[in-house]
C-alpha cells in the first residue's frame, strides 16, 4: 500500500476536483461533502448522498441516519476513526432522490477515492452506493447481507442508515453489521479469496512453471559411470 502521507496528499486532490466540478453542483444544495475517516482503512462505507446537516457541516454521516450508523459501527468494536465514511454522490440532491445520470456521474469520483483508500472491505449502504460500486441494480430488501467477493475485494449489501432507522429494518441491518463483523475478523489470506480465479489455460501455465523451478531448482542427479571391463 501507498503511504498515508501520499494517500492523504491524493485525497485532497480529487477533494479539489469535486469542488470544482460544475456537474456534480448541478440541481444540488449546500457544501460539497467528500469523505471523512482513515485514509488506510480496512473498511469504506458507502452511503447515497448528502442529507441536510451534512450539506451544511460538509461531513458525512452528522444527521439522525448517520448517528446510527456510526453507533452500529462502534457496536462491533470498529473505531469511526479508523474507517472511512464517504457517499456515491458529493453533494445534496435539490430534489429528492438523485437520478441515474447523478449517480453515473459520481462514480468518477467515487472509484477515485476507492482507488486511493484502497479498502479490504467496502460496505454498500443502499441501492445507490450498489450501482455507483457495482454497477448493477440492487434490491436491498431482497440483497441485504450479501456478500460478494470481486478483484480482491469483499462487498457487504446493507440497508441505508435512514431507513435502518425503522424497527424492522433496523434489526436486519443490526444483523448485517454483526456479519461485517465476522469479516473484519478473517485472517487476511482468507479475505484475499475474491481475487479474479484463473482461467483453466492460465492454471495450466501456472502449473508448468511451478514444474520448471522445481526441476530447476532440484540437483541433477548424477548417473554412475560404467565400470571399466
Known amino acids: 500500500k501507498a503511504p498515508r502521507k501520499n494517500k492523504s496528499a491524493r485525497l485532497a486532490r480529487i477533494a479539489k476536483q469535486v469542488e470544482s466540478c460544475r456537474r456534480c453542483r ?27 446537516m451534512e450539506a451544511e457541516s460538509g461531513r458525512p454521516f452528522v444527521g439522525r441516519a448517520g448517528q446510527w450508523l456510526r453507533r452500529a459501527i462502534q457496536r462491533i468494536g470498529l473505531d469511526e476513526n479508523s474507517v472511512y465514511l464517504t457517499n456515491a454522490l458529493k453533494y445534496r440532491p435539490a430534489h429528492g432522490k438523485p437520478s441515474q445520470a447523478a449517480i453515473a456521474h459520481g462514480r468518477i469520483h467515487l472509484l477515485q477515492q476507492l482507488d486511493v483508500l484502497d479498502p479490504r472491505i467496502i460496505v454498500l449502504l443502499g441501492s445507490a452506493a450498489c450501482l455507483s460500486v457495482l454497477g448493477e441494480r440492487v434490491v436491498i430488501r431482497k440483497r441485504h447481507g450479501s456478500v460478494i467477493e470481486r478483484n480482491g475485494r469483499i462487498y457487504l449489501i446493507t440497508s441505508h442508515p ?6 424492522a429494518i433496523g434489526k436486519t441491518a443490526r444483523q448485517d453489521f454483526e456479519k461485517l463483523k465476522q469479516l473484519v475478523s478473517l485472517p487476511q489470506q482468507t479475505k484475499a479469496r475474491g481475487a479474479t480465479p484463473q482461467a483453466p489455460r492460465d492454471r495450466r501455465r501456472a502449473r508448468r512453471s511451478r514444474s520448471t523451478r522445481a526441476a530447476r531448482a532440484s540437483p541433477a542427479r548424477k548417473v554412475p559411470a560404467e565400470r571399466a571391463k
Do not use: K, L
Request: charged content about 20%; glycine content about 16%.
Open 26 to 52: 448541478q440541481h444540488t444544495s449546500g457544501n460539497a461533502v467528500i469523505g471523512e475517516g482513515s485514509s488506510d482503512p480496512e473498511v469504506v462505507f458507502v452511503g447515497e448522498a448528502p442529507g441536510r
Open 162 to 167: 435512514s431507513a435502518a432507522r425503522f424497527p
